[in-house]
């Protein structure tokens, strides 16, 4: 572990009104960080910033980095409309975050949808990502995990105490993670989670977000391999837990012959999706970072 709370909150406005938030990390050594993009993570579907809190925290030594609550998640607003809740909207308030910031070139760490939105940014605007991070996400999406995650978004639960809410997670997802420790367990239930007025410990994300996703393309909502294809000439590193049923194989192999300078990180007895805090994971995201520096 190390700085705690090394970030400052952030907030800016979507184009249809919403106060959405996210961490800003600044970097502790602003000379080793001068010219050097922002690294900007962005979470999975049900996730928040606090996803990242670890990583961040380890990154700002020498990086700005900027962690996302995407609309209806963490601190943000919910949206109005549930049918905002769409990869295109999220990419609209991503692009009115960095005009906010005056972020014109960026890293992209990506988590599952965060990774979605991470190729779409990159598709709009080529060039200004100057490396990319998936976590456990490509253009094609293995329809087995999509109709795992079908089966629990959007079903709210409540928990009396953090313990409770662990073990829950443990029952859950024990396949997902299974060297997790009762540690792990809170620490996942502390990201995911949060504790209302009344006391009691729910999941903190708007329910709604179901709504959309169960639409056919929910998920993406365009094909995403041009977006992929536009990723040109930039250092990219995607992170892979060997047992995910999002990501296939042969969509891995199809990812490399088309990109080059595309690095993959096999996690070992990880499903979908790696939180980034492994061992392997820090060492290649070290690598990453060390080849996005190279490469500028």
């Known amino acids: 572990m190390g700085r705690i709370s090394a970030y400052k909150n952030g907030y800016w406005w979507s184009n249809d009104g919403l106060r959405l938030h996210f961490r800003d990390y600044p970097a502790q050594n602003q ?43 963490g601190e943000s607003a919910y949206a109005k409309d549930p049918l905002s809740y769409v990869p295109l909207t999220y990419v609209q308030d991503v692009e009115a975050l960095l005009a906010q910031e005056g972020v014109d070139e960026f890293v992209a760490f990506g988590t599952s949808l965060g990774g979605i939105i991470s190729m779409l940014l ?85 329910m709604r977000i179901a709504e959309p996703f169960a639409m056919p393309g929910g998920e993406a909502g365009v094909d995403l391999w041009p977006a992929f294809n536009a990723l040109t000439n930039i250092p990219m ?18 990812m490399q012959e088309k990109q080059a300078q595309l690095d993959v990180l096999d996690i070992p007895n990880i499903g979908h999706a790696p939180t980034l805090d492994e061992p392997h994971s820090r060492a290649s995201i070290a690598a990453l970072l060390a080849r996005i520096e190279a490469n500028s």
């Open 122 to 206: 990159a598709s709009t605007r080529p060039g200004r990502i100057k490396g990319l991070l998936l976590n456990d996400i490509g253009p094609e999406i293995n329809p087995q995990g999509l109709e795992r995650i079908r089966g629990y978004v959007g079903q709210g639960r409540s928990f009396a105490t953090w313990m409770h809410s662990a073990r829950w997670l443990n029952e859950d997802f024990a396949e997902i993670y299974p060297a997790f420790t009762v540690h792990d367990w809170l620490t996942l239930a502390k990201r995911m989670m949060k504790v209302t007025g009344s006391g009691r410990i729910v999941l903190d994300y708007d």
């Open 31 to 73: 000379d080793a960080a001068s010219g050097r993009p922002p690294i900007v993570c962005l979470p999975g579907l049900t996730r928040n910033a606090r996803d990242f809190e670890d990583l961040a925290d380890h990154l700002s030594e020498n990086w700005r980095v900027i962690c996302v609550d995407l609309r209806g998640r």
């Open 237 to 254: 590193l995607l992170v892979r837990g060997q047992k995910s049923d999002l990501l296939t194989n042969k969509t891995v192999a199809l």
